[in-house]
C-alpha cells in the first residue's frame, strides 16, 4: 500500500456504493483515512468493512446530505476524532424519474427534489465542513460534475450527448460548477483549493448501469483533484484528459 496520504482524514458522501466507494478505496489504499459517508449506516458500515478487508483505514459516518442534522453530526464526529479534514468529495447525487422528459414538460417538484441533493446537499456538506478543512495544511474539496454540466457542450450540435437534456440534472451541475468557481474566489490564498470532476459516462445505478466507463475511471478525475500539490488549479473543472469548458 502507498503512504503518500498517510496521515490525511477523506470525506467521502455517497461512498457506499458506485463513483463513491471507488474515490474512497483509491484514496485509502493510498492511506488515508476514509469517512465512507452514507444515508443508510448499515450500507455504510458493509461498504467500510470491504475497504478494511484491503487494509484500508474506512470509517462509517452516516450522511444524508438533505439532512442538516446528519451533516452537522457528521461535522461534530469528524471533529472530536480527527480535529481536521483533509479532503472533501461532494460526490452523492441523483437524477430524479421525473427528468427524462423534454425540459419545457418537467414538474417544477422534479426540479427541486434534483437539487435538494445535488446544489443544496453540496453547498451544506461544504459549509458544514469548511471550517474543519480550514485546520488542514492543504485541504481539497472535490465536487463531482458532470459534462452535462457544460453549458458550451451541451449548446454544441455535435457534442456527444447532445441528446441528453435531462433539465433538472444538467443545470444542477451547472450550479454545482458555480458554487466550484465562487468558493474557490473566496478561498484563494488559502491552501484550501476547490474543483469541479466530470468522472465521464460511468456504468452505475445512477444510470441503470448504461455507463461505458468503469468505477475505477471514473474516479480518476476526482481523485487527483482530492490530492493536488500545493501549485495545483483551483475553481476548474476537470476530466482525467484536462479541462472541460463551463
Known sequence: MSEDLKGKVALITGANKGIGYEIARQLGSRGATVLVGARDIKRGEEAANKLRLNEIDARTIQLDVIDQKTIDSAAKQIESEFGKLDILVNNAGIISDGDRLPPSQVDI??????????V????????AMLPLLKKSKAGRIVNLS??????????DPNYEFVDFKLLAYNSSKT??????????????????KVNAADPGFTATDINQYQGYRTVEQGAIAPVRLATLPDDGSSGGFFDENGVVPW
Open 120 to 127: 443544496f446537499g453540496v453547498f451544506a456538506v461544504t459549509k
Open 109 to 118: 417538484e422534479t426540479l427541486r427534489h434534483t437539487y435538494e441533493t445535488n
Open 175 to 192: 450550479a454545482v460548477n458555480a458554487i466550484t468557481v465562487l468558493l474557490a474566489a473566496e478561498l484563494k490564498g488559502t491552501p484550501i
Open 146 to 155: 458532470s459534462g452535462l454540466g457544460s453549458l458550451t457542450q451541451n449548446s
